[in-house]
């Protein structure tokens, strides 16, 4: 027997990016798409990993959209199944968010949560009447669900894990709105390896949402990416939503394709270095360059892309006449973008700083952090000597203590050091008495 499900997440309904409607649109845009590609492929059920919406708070226009796309698909037998995400958390006086309308009143989706009860938490099943349950049967599968918790996620996991007793007889799917730590560069995430291991063995696929951008572990962890872009820095991550299927009988699955959304607009991000030009002129023409050769004319181009400038390094005129008001007006004649964003990280000509900048103009914080742990080191006349070491062991510790590492590894890390530092001494002395 196979079974098919979709499994999407961080779709930001209401989200009015840059404060423009039409963006929200897109967003309401896209997950009309996952929903309307559902009743087409007829698979059986659908996973919304968390943040459907942008924020807590929405307007009518958004919860609009929501009920049209979730009502198609009610319509058409689809069972939603959701967890509540970070954007769209009940407010702390009611306990009650638009999730929670959604499955009580409206009845569109089901709404899974532990249950805290008596200091513990506990995983129980659907409750029709109700509409409260942190599980739910869907015939032979049956799906598990965790709202997002933040740094408690973890502790969350250890005591959901430790007392749960799965059915063997059913294909089981837990699905969680959280980060994976490795997955974004110094992002803190609130589950790890270790969590990931507490879990395998109670589930044969593992839904994740939280993180905009595609990953997946081991063909059982998967994480969809959100369905439009929510930042700049986002615009080159692979992103859309899962189509699975499954074979019940041999408890396994069998394909996972992941499909980007169509409808997801252009974002294009340029760089220049200003230090190249002489006048505002000539700056100006190596920015409408650079925008003719990247991005199609408006005929050819109906779907007004999202530009973001950045311009970087020291000027070699006055900064007042760098003109970004008129800059932004021939990219908007050139191409007819949605938005031109522009950033302007230049300095004042004949300015030098004092710290050091990435290739984007802005300030590089880890190679910072670097030059004060060693200004900080050399005020120690016994690591002077070895300060690259220890720079280099810091920087691990910190590291791995914003990820929450263990206390075991941080103390590794330190007695590699140590010993780095006293096979380095060694070498010396050796030297020394050689002389």
């Not at 689809?78 to 009845?107: K, M, Y």
């Not at 739910?136 to 969350?156: E, F, W």
């Not at 008001?325 to 230049?346: A, G, S």
């Not at 810091?394 to 103390?411: F, G, S, T």
């Amino acid at each position: 027997m196979k079974v098919k499900w979709i499994h999407t997440a961080d779709i930001h309904l209401g989200f009015h990016q840059y404060g423009i409607s039409e963006r929200a649109d897109d967003f309401a845009r896209a997950f009309k798409y996952v929903c309307d590609y559902a009743i087409d492929s007829r698979v059986d059920f659908m996973l919304i990993a968390g943040d459907l919406f942008h924020k807590r708070n929405i307007d009518g226009r958004t919860i609009s959209q929501a009920y049209l796309a979730l009502r198609s698909l009610k319509d058409a037998n689809i069972p939603v199944i959701c967890v509540e995400g970070n954007h769209e958390r009940a407010f702390l006086n009611s306990g009650w968010s638009f999730l929670d309308f959604l499955s009580s009143a409206a009845e569109l989706i089901h709404l899974l949560s532990p249950v805290h009860r008596g200091g513990s938490v506990l995983m129980e099943p659907w409750d029709h009447e109700s509409k409260l349950g942190s599980f739910i049967d869907l015939g032979p599968v049956r799906v598990y669900g965790i709202k997002y918790y933040g740094t408690s996620t973890g502790k969350i996991l250890e005591q959901i894990t430790s007392k749960l007793q799965v059915d063997g007889n059913r294909f089981n799917i837990f699905m969680v709105h959280e980060g994976l730590e490795g997955q974004i560069p110094r992002a803190i995430g609130g589950i790890t390896s270790y969590h990931l291991d507490l879990i395998r063995p109670h589930c044969k696929y593992l839904a994740m949402g939280h993180v905009h951008k595609r990953y997946e572990i081991d063909n059982w962890a998967f994480n969809p990416g959100s369905l439009e872009t929510c930042s700049v820095e986002e615009a080159d991550w692979e992103r859309g939503f899962y189509e699975v299927t499954a074979d019940i009988n041999k408890g396994e699955v069998l394909e996972v394709k992941h499909i980007s959304v169509p409808t997801r607009r252009p974002f294009y991000r340029i760089f220049l270095d200003v230090k190249y030009y002489d006048t505002p002129e000539d700056l100006e023409k190596a920015v409408i360059d650079k925008v003719r050769s990247r991005i199609p004319k408006y005929s050819e181009n109906p779907s007004q892309p999202i530009i973001h400038v950045t311009l970087s390094g020291s000027l070699r005129f006055s900064e007042e006449l760098l003109a970004l008001k008129n800059l932004q007006e021939k990219i908007y004649e050139e191409v007819n973008p949605l938005t031109v964003q522009i950033k302007n990280n230049t300095l004042p000509s004949g300015y030098s700083p004092d710290v050091p900048l990435d290739s984007t103009g802005q300030i590089d914080r880890r190679s910072l952090e670097l030059e004060v742990f060693e200004s900080l080191i050399q005020d120690y006349p016994a690591f002077k000597d070895k300060r690259r070491t220890w720079v280099e062991s810091i920087q691990k510790i910190k590291d791995r203590a914003l990820l929450n590492a263990p206390p075991e590894e941080i103390i590794t890390i330190i007695e590699e050091a140590l010993r780095e530092d006293s096979s380095r001494q060694d070498n010396i002395d050796n030297q020394e008495a050689m002389i």
